[in-house]
């Protein structure tokens, strides 16, 4: 255990004496929802959006948050001052409370989290990621639940098949992965990224955002199909930033070489992030 | 908070002392199973069953229960001695365990909980019930996860409807309720229930066997027309036993009044009980 404060319903106490009764509704039933933005150098990553996504992701699931965004705001402050752990992923959680029928929600626990952060691997960028594909759609893509049955599930597949992460699609159409948007590059430089099935990732935004002073950017379907003609393919998040892919199943993507697309939005966007933090 | 014991990780406790950290992997990613029996004057019902399931829903999901069956009959007996709740519902929860990096599944935490029993409300059952239909598929229809969030997010839709529960289909096939198994009877007195994307109910495996004695019972596709055409329809369940249905969305089912067969049967299945528990 470590020395970690964290803020639970309304106290910041020890991360290690952070515990919810058995009968709250995540625990009963999975019933919650979260969100998770990162620090540098002690300021928060587009917390703003974060925020905003965390507070829709509650009404979309009819949970009520007990405080204000501004007081959210200022606890992830407090957390940050008290814990001092300058590069952080942030975890806001919101749980269907504890229900004494073990079905109703209640009022929700808040709970709030600063950890060391555990970004993309050294080396894994230059090398790009083999991921495997699965049939599966969330069943509230739209809302950051803590719902992950699905991909855990994955992990031993995942594993067994010498890959990093699983692809999700819809007979074809494929979203997402479980913790990260999905872009490819096709051989016209085009940049395309589902638009059906998937959280709105904040990366995501910023990428699209970026990406349209240099290249043509569709938020469209994209294929399995698409996917085997595509001169890169790479995926997004707040851990992340952004991950080529070199192979999906059995098809290799491109050369088999992380994409000099790829590498130029990172850049970019590695540059807009040291620009907002200055 | 009640003086009830509980049982978490290997040791007895108050339930209201029963905690988990915020770490486990239930209330970071939804990731568990459970099962839950019935006493009746203290002689749990079906134990076995109950309890094979349990085994069976931790393997599906990749979970390692640390102790082996016998230890849990007897952890129940234990509780059942300590609590002295004649007519109870026990219940036994697996989750992901303390996961270090919030994804990866652990050693389990084992809690298991003895509540008074709330059996079916007096009248409901010569009333019988009105039902909404709702297009899902349970992620992991064999086993019995702790992921109830779709029918927990429809319980507004349900009580708007003025129903009193949500039957899932996919593409007009029905398969089952978020806590109980579907039967229809048919103009020709066949008893019908879903095969595909169903959890194997205890309650639901007993009235096929009972039922098999006096009608034809069909394991098997059913759709949404099957229902408007049927002469009565009820829901199986270890708490509910039989609950006749008298109403789907708008469909009215045979004369709008809980079926014979279905009161035949609930009459069957008391019997059978009262015998076991002698």
Redesign the interface.
């Known amino acids: 255990m470590t020395n970690r404060i964290?803020f639970?319903n309304g106290q910041f106490i020890k991360?290690?004496n952070?515990?919810?009764?058995?009968s709250?509704?995540?625990?009963?039933?999975?019933?919650?929802i979260f969100d998770y933005c990162r620090t540098s150098n002690d300021i928060p990553v587009y917390l703003d959006y974060h925020i905003d996504r965390f507070f829709r992701s509650a009404e979309l699931?009819?949970l009520q948050l007990p405080i204000a965004k501004p007081e959210i705001i200022s606890i992830i402050q407090q957390l940050i001052s008290k814990n001092v752990i300058p590069n952080s992923g942030i975890?806001m959680?919101l749980?269907?409370g504890y229900s004494p029928?073990?079905?109703?929600?209640v009022r929700p626990n808040l709970?709030i989290?600063q950890h060391p952060l555990?970004l993309r691997p050294a080396g894994l960028f230059e090398q790009g990621i083999k991921v495997i594909t699965h049939e599966?759609v969330r069943?509230?893509p739209g809302a950051k639940?803590?719902?992950?049955?699905?991909?855990?599930?994955l992990?031993?597949k995942i594993k067994e098949s010498n890959a990093v992460d699983v692809l999700y699609h819809q007979q074809g159409e494929v979203s997402e992965f479980p913790r990260s948007n999905f872009f490819i590059v096709t051989k016209d430089d085009v940049v395309a990224t589902p638009k059906k099935n998937i959280l709105q990732g904040i990366t995501r935004k910023k990428i699209i955002e970026l990406a349209s002073n240099h290249f043509v950017v569709e938020e469209r379907i994209v294929t399995l199909h698409d996917i085997r003609t595509a001169k890169e393919a790479f995926m997004t998040s707040t851990t992340k930033r952004i991950l080529p892919i070199v192979q999906v199943d059995n098809a290799v993507i491109g050369n088999g070489q992380p994409g000099q697309i790829a590498a130029l939005l990172d850049k970019i966007l590695e540059k807009e992030e040291s620009v907002l933090l200055q």
Chains 1, 2 share one sequence.
């Open positions: 964290a639970l991360e290690e952070a515990f919810l009764h058995i709250d509704l995540a625990i009963q039933r999975g019933y919650g699931m009819h975890r959680l749980t269907g029928d073990s079905y109703e929600v709970v989290l555990h599966y069943e509230f639940t803590i719902n992950y049955s699905m991909g855990i599930w992990q031993q």
